[in-house]
């Protein structure tokens, strides 16, 4: 039964920090690629960071590109996505993904956690 739980959302004002948690259970997780997602109110879901199952590397778009890092502890089955200068338009639920492989291919995600970010 694979699970994702996240943690670590809330209301910051421009220009701070957040560190969001998703923890992972019931998947083999050293051997799966993770990534964060988020959905702002009327717009699409949208990739804003991936990582291998090592963590040896990492993909960002420009949108957060040098304010956000992702990283991953597979000895703990956690991955984590510290955001910094946050700015209004960050505001959106996040969502913690788990890319599926060998069965059956299948993706799993995480339940979303509020991030809102006032100016």
């Known amino acids: 039964q694979v699970q994702l739980v996240e943690s670590g959302g809330g209301l910051v004002q421009a220009g701070g920090s957040l560190r969001l948690s998703c923890v992972v259970s019931?998947?083999?997780?050293?051997?799966?690629?993770m990534g964060w997602y988020r959905q702002a109110p009327g717009k699409e879901r949208e990739p804003v960071a991936t990582i291998s199952s090592s963590g040896n590397t990492a993909y960002y778009p420009d949108s957060v590109r040098d304010r956000f890092t992702i990283s991953r502890d597979n000895a703990k089955n956690t991955v984590y996505l510290q955001m910094n200068s946050l700015e209004p338009e960050d505001t959106a639920v996040y969502y913690c993904?788990?890319?599926?492989?060998?069965?059956?291919?299948?993706?799993?995600w995480g339940q979303g956690t509020q991030v809102t970010v006032s100016s």
């Open positions: 019931g998947s083999s997780f050293r051997l799966n690629a």
């Open positions: 993904k788990l890319f599926g492989g060998y069965p059956t291919f299948r993706d799993y």
